[in-house]
């Protein structure tokens, strides 16, 4: 694992941290190799039930991909075609994770920054962020996979407002356009955050990776959906220790203790 990705564990809450500050958490290529790893790492840990995705630093979620490596990254089919399908395969296994995801993002979100919050289930952000994508100014390319992700969540004309018009959204456009889902005064952020991935945390999670995956599911083209896997997995929930557990403590007005069986 690099230095420049933190993992923390705090009771059922996961912390992976992009710790790049004096860069702004710019991404390089061993960065994305050490996303890839810090959430097989969370992915394998039972215990972990929701994972806080932040970078260090208090100035920026992460300001994009660190330019300054560009050439000895970037340069030639074969360099750039690897750098691309790390960073891919990391973001998939974000996306893809059975454990709920949680972009906390304060600050600068630019780039390779705004590609690792969509593949996060939730994303909240401090009065003080920003969000952009210039690729224009780069002459970089985006993969269809992407593109898609992030024209999901805030359909076409936005994404071409960030890509090909280079508009930044500050905290409130970016909350009007669904790039995130709440956004937070500054100085309450942080507790804010903590306090909601540990709500997330004490939920049931075979519901949470059922909610996650069917949804999903409904965001990929009708021909390639798994359908039968969502019934089956709607199925789980019911036939669950949990949704006993659920039902019991709501009957008996108290705290439900989930197991995830």
């Not at 394998?44 to 000895?72: C, E, H, M, Q, T």
């Not at 690729?135 to 996979?145: E, H, K, L, P």
């Amino acid at each position: 694992m690099t230095d420049k990705i933190i993992t923390e564990k705090d009771g059922a809450v996961g912390r992976l941290i992009f710790n790049n500050p004096e860069k702004l958490n710019a991404i390089s290529l061993e960065m994305w190799e050490g996303l890839g790893t810090a959430v097989a790492v969370f992915e394998d840990d039972p215990d972990i039930r929701a994972i806080v995705v932040s970078g260090a630093g208090g100035k920026s979620f992460i300001a994009g991909a660190d330019v300054s490596k560009y050439g000895d990254e970037r340069m030639g089919r074969e360099a750039q075609e690897h750098y691309a399908a790390t960073g891919e395969k990391s973001l998939k296994a974000l996306y893809n994770s059975k454990k709920v995801t949680i972009a906390a993002i304060d600050g600068w979100c630019i780039g390779g920054g705004v590609s690792v919050a969509v593949c996060c289930d939730l994303r909240y952000c401090s009065d003080k962020s920003k969000f952009g994508q210039p690729a224009m100014r780069y002459g970089i390319g985006y993969r269809y996979s992407s593109l898609r992700r992030l024209v999901d969540l805030i359909g076409v004309p936005a994404t071409k407002d960030m890509l090909l018009g280079g508009l930044q959204f500050d905290a409130e456009e970016a909350l009007k356009k669904h790039l995130v889902g709440r956004v937070i005064p500054e100085t309450d952020f942080n507790a804010w955050i903590e306090k909601t991935a540990k709500g997330i945390s004490e939920g049931a999670p075979l519901t949470g990776y059922q909610i996650k995956y069917t949804l999903n599911e409904i965001c990929k083209d009708p021909a390639d959906r798994k359908t039968d896997r969502c019934e089956e997995l709607f199925q789980v929930c019911y036939a669950s220790d949990d949704y006993k557990e659920g039902v019991a403590a709501f009957a008996e007005k108290r705290k439900p203790q989930f197991k995830g069986k």
